[in-house]
């Protein structure tokens, strides 16, 4: 049996660029003030990496302190969703994917 590989394997650039955005940030700030919402990438490991490091992962805006730190999803958040962010003090960590955020400037709504 041959076994062939893909020519490109891992996560892609948004995903990559999402999960090296909050790990920077974790750096930083390193108390338990980071929240995320929902799963920055769908991948189990990924979210239980960053659990273990102190983020809690909530699944709502109005779950997050006032004045703390709030990382996206990687496919982004609604503009309700940001709003209520900044209304509240939250520190917004925008890790989406600039492709999606390019992408759903040419949506009508």
Same mark, same amino acid.
């Given at each position: 049996?041959? !076994?062939?590989?893909?020519?490109?394997?891992?996560?892609?650039?948004? @995903?990559?660029?999402?999960?090296?955005?909050?790990?920077?940030?974790?750096?930083?700030?390193?108390?338990?003030? !980071?929240?995320?919402?929902?799963?920055?990438?769908?991948?189990?490991? @990924?979210?239980?990496?960053? /659990?273990?490091? #102190? +983020?809690? @992962?909530?699944?709502?805006?109005?779950? @997050?302190?006032?004045?703390?730190?709030?990382?996206?999803?990687?496919? #982004?958040?609604?503009?309700? /969703?940001?709003?209520?962010?900044?209304?509240? #003090?939250?520190?917004?960590?925008?890790?989406?994917?600039?492709? +999606?955020?390019?992408?759903?400037?040419?949506?009508?709504?």
């Amino acid at each position: 049996m041959k !076994i062939f590989k893909a020519k490109n394997i891992g996560f892609c650039f948004g @995903v990559k660029r999402a999960v090296n955005k909050a790990n920077q940030l974790l750096k930083e700030i390193q108390n338990d003030n !980071i929240y995320m919402l929902g799963e920055i990438i769908h991948n189990p490991q @990924v979210i239980s990496e960053f /659990e273990s490091k #102190g +983020v809690h @992962v909530v699944r709502d805006v109005s779950q @997050v302190p006032l004045h703390k730190y709030l990382i996206t999803r990687a496919h #982004g958040i609604s503009y309700h /969703e940001r709003q209520l962010a900044k209304q509240h #003090g939250i520190k917004l960590i925008d890790t989406t994917c600039p492709n +999606v955020k390019n992408y759903s400037k040419l949506q009508i709504f």
